[in-house]
T-cell receptor, first 115, second 116 residues
Framework: GESVGLHLPTLSVQEGDNSIINCAYS??????FIWYKQESGKGPQFIID?????DKRQGQRVTVLLNKTVKHLSLQIAATQPGDSAVYFC??????????????FGKGTKLSVKP | EAGVAQSPRYKIIEKRQSVAFWCNPI?????LYWYQQILGQGPKLLIQ????????DSQLPKDRFSAERLKGVDSTLKIQPAKLEDSAVYLC??????????????FGNGTRLTVT
């Protein structure tokens, strides 16, 4: 079936460096994509989302890029901090129809920030 | 605003026993979700409620799992009887309406279930 997946299961970066977390998706009909951050023992926390008709969206220290041609999504974190250490999930969703509200999550990338 | 509340935080049971999880969503959120997250994987939707009605339970193993949201607020998820493969974190999430762009899900911290 359709699925969302990640290229790298683990990523280790130095504090202050930029981080890039990648995600491949296969459902070209998805309307939007979301990045969630999950710290140990906690539920996923919303970071940023992007609509399928956009290429780029920026938030505070984070940027999401969407390349629909190759069905690729990335999350860029600027000046990575120890508090950014967590597992990051991409998810895809639909804005309407029977699948609205059913987010499909990828497997996750563990980000470790070295001080 | 208060977040999504879940209890218990941890539960250890033997296989074939039954277990129940409770969720209190963010006040005013019409939509409530139960997700199962197996270690090392992303969350997988089990059931979605809109107020007190089921919107999607296509991935709920109905022979052993059940869920209800009788008054359109709190919800319970039950497993009876439990199997070893049910060991996972059970996450509850809510949103004002069905999740869409600019209306993301808010997750609780989950209940970690271990079946021995």
């Amino acid at each position: 079936g359709e699925s969302v997946g990640l290229h790298l299961p683990t990523l280790s970066v130095q504090e202050g460096d930029n981080s890039i977390i990648n995600c491949a998706y296969s459902n070209s009909a998805s309307d939007y994509f979301i990045w969630y951050k999950q710290e140990s023992g906690k539920g996923p926390q919303f970071i940023i989302d992007i609509r399928s008709n956009m290429d780029k969206r920026q938030g505070q220290r984070v940027t999401v890029l969407l390349n629909k041609t190759v069905k690729h999504l990335s999350l860029q974190i600027a000046a990575t901090q120890p508090g950014d250490s967590a597992v990051y999930f991409c998810a895809e969703g639909a804005n309407y129809g029977g699948s609205q509200g059913n987010l499909i999550f990828g497997k996750g990338t563990k980000l470790s920030v070295k001080p | 605003e208060a977040g999504v509340a879940q209890s218990p935080r941890y539960k250890i049971i033997e296989k074939r026993q039954s277990v129940a999880f409770w969720c209190n969503p963010i006040s005013g959120h019409a939509t409530l979700y139960w997700y199962q997250q197996i270690l090392g994987q992303g969350p997988k939707l089990l059931i979605q409620f809109q107020n007190n009605g089921v919107v999607d339970d296509s991935q709920l193993p109905k022979d052993r799992f059940s869920a209800e949201r009788l008054k359109g607020v709190d919800s319970t998820l039950k497993i009876q009887p439990a199997k070893l493969e049910d060991s996972a974190v059970y996450l509850c999430a809510s949103s004002p309406d069905r999740s869409s762009y600019n209306s993301p899900l808010h997750f609780g911290n989950g209940t970690r279930l271990t079946v021995t």
